[in-house]
């Protein structure tokens, strides 16, 4: 049933630069827009804006500079596991550290092209195998390369990386499978997994289910002999891969976000019903912008890559190829994955079973509709018979989209309205252009399926239209916000010389910002309490909790939280001047404006603590749990918060808080325990690119609190003696320190990094060995043919 690789010159590169150049031809507009706009570089929305050209320009710098600890990373965290997730793998990211730091906003662009040029090459060499002509085979590619899902996740910019590699790693297993090619397979999985680790768990799902569809197929003849070639090269690739999978995994099984488990119906059925109807609409219309809701407006919709659009020929191809292909690998493929994606606990699969809902498993069935489609449209037999009868299907779906816009509807104040859609004239721009290409392609079918060029002409076709509708979707995405971030270079790449002559660099401290963009700590490299990463160290999402902050993808302390700002050493607030009003409302006592550039007012905190203090008292958690969360950390500038074996350790050395301490919670009070505080501060602290260090001179015995993240990859010594690191306050850190002049130092080690790098570098060494005598065994098998 399959064929092999055609003999044929592979047209590959013809593939990589038809998609590089039409990636950049749809960026370029933009970037245009953009340069007239301010002169500066392409930005998005979201998290293009505030995480990717960020995290990008950040980590290019910090691994030139190297180091194992982020201060500029919320309040503190380990590089490796912040960053890991987002880039710290990515083959594209390594390939950019060529470029200074302060260029890499200017790279994004060249990038996202690259990878989109990628995703098509490696999907028509995976395609080459299934599709006979090398036409349909370039229609697979510049399909899979403007799907949908890869547009869709322009957004998050990182998911392409995982786009753009998968297909070599599917057409290596093909390869290993079929033709009995060993040897790449194991480098694709090893590159895929240090990829990204999380992408890889649905990966190894999906693997699976291509497996087991392929042999029940007959396509895959698999005996004892390739089982565990295959087995022994899988497991090799993931040893080679495995150097971020260890430290992430330790970090990951302390993270909240990735331990929420279904329960009950949750496994079967989806809590709402509009998720049944965004799921299957995702096939037939063009995707909106990733935070917007159109259609629906109830279930989990924003941000969760669910589309599976593809541009012009929708999923015409995929239901003529199930009708007309049955017993087909790809059908069954096909099949179980729509079973999947509406099925809870199926779905969260690709998510080790997190009951949070996503679907950017996509790109995978995605990649093998494409295919599909291309099988199809080559084969006149197989399409003149199908193809009708599935575009009538598609185009009767795709106009039933209208209904939700016109259907009688009420408001909240009970008036009439027409539609349930979000926004009218936003969803019926992407009507009019889901609907333009469900009419171009049945033009095209009518007039040019049987032209000897039929496929070039689609292929034209296909590139114009991914063109069109690939501008609406970055139109509709970017310009909703163009006013929101008119001023983002200005507050962070153009304000990055001001701030450092603006704010003095005598001692450590941490900022806040007030109405500006995440993450500015990253451009400032100043620990900065709003920051937008998911992936920080865990004992952050454990402390924001206590006290009254919500922490699940970022940190956003409210401003009258004041108490947090003493307790965590906020020195100076930027005020975004475009919100500067509203910080006045805010009407916050002890903050006194001492500067101002361009983009911000700052703002001094008057009851500054520097970093490292001791207290007199401590606290327990219940007493604690008897203050409401918002006022604890008012409470925690007076006493220590001890667990009950603490408390035994270190008997006699602080006294506790008296119950009606507790009761005390004003601003006045607040502001004397700051002065109190800052009387018993460390000597000297200097953060370092490993950890830090401070000098203390205590008459007596003391515990010397840190607003530090607690973490396991910590280790500390008191002049040059191993010290205990005391989890406190729900997550920070404490060190007993004895009386007199003391030295302190924190060392910061990836936890399972060198373990990890160790099976990693031995895997290579492996893999090295295995090439090498497979390039021997295969020169044997050439001598003795020529003999």
Known sequence: MYLTLPREKSRYWRVFWLCFLLAAALFLPHCIADALQGGGYFHYAGDFNDQQINFYQYANAFVKQGGSFSWATDLGSGFVNSYSFYLLGSPFFWLSLWVPSRLMPWMMVPLLCLKMALAGGGAYRWARRWVRSEDWTMVAGCLYA????????????????????????????????????????????????????????????????????????????????????????????????????????????????????????????????????????????????????????????????????????????????????????????????????????LNSAFYALNSSYYARWYYMPVLVLCGATAYTLERPHLAERQIPRAWRLVALVTLSAAAFALVPNTDEEGNFQLGVVDLQPRFWGIFAVSVLGVLLFWALWRLCRNHRNWGQTLLAGILAFSFLYGSVHL?????????????????????????????????????????????????????????????????????????????????????????????????????????????????????????????????????????????????????LETVPEEERAQILMRALLLDEDQLETYAGLLDPLPQEELEDRTAETYAEDCAARRAVAVADFTATRTGFTAKTDYQEEELVFFSVPYDEGFTATINGEPATIEKVDNGLMAVFVPAGEATIEFTYHTPGLALSAGISLAGVAVYAVYLLLLYRKRKRKLNAKSC
């Open 475 to 623: 139109s509709l995405t970017k310009y909703p916000q163009w006013h929101t971030d008119s001023n983002l270079i200005a507050e962070t790449y153009d304000s990055v010389s001001e701030m450092e002559a603006a704010l003095p660099d005598d001692a450590f401290y941490r900022i806040d910002a007030y109405g500006a963009h995440n993450n500015l700590g990253l451009w400032f490299d100043k620990s900065c309490l709003q920051f937008f990463n998911s992936t920080v160290a865990p004992s952050i999402m454990e402390f924001y909790p206590e006290v009254g902050v919500t922490r699940d993808v970022n940190s956003k302390p409210d401003a009258q939280n004041y108490a947090l700002r003493g307790l965590l050493s906020v020195r100076y607030t930027l005020v975004a001047r475009d919100s500067a009003e509203d910080w006045t409302k805010e009407n916050l006592s002890g903050w006194t404006q001492c500067g101002e550039t361009s983009a911000y007012l700052i703002y001094q905190n008057d009851n500054w603590v520097p970093m490292g203090f001791t207290y007199d008292y401590y606290v327990t958690q219940e007493q």
């Open 146 to 345: 403007f799907s949908g899902f890869t547009v869709y996740n322009i957004f998050f910019n990182h998911f392409l990386d995982v786009v753009a590699l998968f297909p070599y790693m599917l057409a290596a297993l093909d390869d290993a499978a079929l033709d009995g090619k060993r040897g790449p397979f194991p480098f694709w999985v090893a590159l895929n997994l240090i990829n990204n680790y999380f992408f890889f768990a649905g990966q190894a799902v999906f693997l699976v289910i291509y497996f087991l569809c392929m042999l029940a197929g007959r396509v895959y003849k698999v005996g004892p002999r390739t089982f565990a070639s295959l087995v022994w090269e899988t497991m090799l690739g993931c040893a080679m891969g495995c150097v971020l999978l260890i430290p992430a995994g330790l970090s990951l099984i302390h993270n909240p976000r990735t331990i929420d488990p279904y329960n009950g119906y949750g496994y079967l059925l989806y809590g709402n019903s509009q998720q049944y109807g965004a799921i299957l609409y995702s096939a037939f219309l063009m995707p909106d912008a990733p935070y917007f809701r159109d259609m629906f407006q109830e279930g989990i919709l924003k941000h969760t890559s669910m589309t599976a659009y593809l541009p012009l020929v929708g999923i015409v191809g995929g239901i003529a190829f199930c009708r007309g292909r049955r017993a087909h690998p790809f059908t069954y493929i096909l099949k179980t994955c729509i079973v999947c994606a509406f099925v809870p606990v």
